[in-house]
Nanobody, 115 residues
Framework: QVLLVESGGGLVQPGGSLRLSCVASGSNFNIFRMGWYRQAPGNQRELVAHITSGGITNYADSVKGRFTVSRDNAKRTAYLQMNSLKPEDTAVYYC?????????WGQGTQVTVSS
C-alpha cells in the first residue's frame, strides 16, 4: 500500500511562488517515478512534470523555465517549486507515483493564482 499526501497549495498573486510537497508512505520510494499533474475546472488532468528514480526530469512546455521538480529519497518526498505563477496555473495539483506500470495518486492540493 502506497499513500501519497500533498501539501503546500494555496492562494498566491500572479508572479508569486509556491512549493508543493508530496510525502510517500511505504517502501521503494527511491525507485518510483514521481510526477505532478494538474486539473483545472472543465479540463482534463495534465502532466506538469515528472522525475525518474535516476533524477531525469520532464516538463510540460507551459511550465518550462518556471517550475522545478525534485525529490529527496531519504525523506520519501517529492517537490514542485513553482515560480512566476500565472492565473492559468490555477488548478488542483496531484502527486503521482508510478512503479512497474501502476499509478498511485494523492488527494490533490488547490493552487489558485489571482490578484
Amino acid at each position: 500500500q502506497v499513500l501519497l499526501v500533498e501539501s503546500g497549495g494555496g492562494l498566491v498573486q500572479p508572479g508569486g511562488s509556491l512549493r508543493l510537497s508530496c510525502v510517500a508512505s511505504g517502501s521503494n520510494f527511491n525507485i518510483f517515478r514521481m510526477g505532478w499533474y494538474r486539473q483545472a475546472p472543465g479540463n482534463q488532468r495534465e502532466l506538469v512534470a515528472h522525475i525518474t528514480s535516476g533524477g531525469i526530469t520532464n516538463y510540460a512546455d507551459s511550465v518550462k523555465g518556471r517550475f522545478t521538480v525534485s525529490r529527496d529519497n531519504a525523506k520519501r518526498t517529492a517537490y514542485l517549486q513553482m515560480n512566476s505563477l500565472k492565473p492559468e496555473d490555477t488548478a488542483v495539483y496531484y502527486c503521482n507515483g508510478r512503479l512497474f506500470g501502476k499509478d498511485y495518486w494523492g488527494q490533490g492540493t488547490q493552487v489558485t493564482v489571482s490578484s
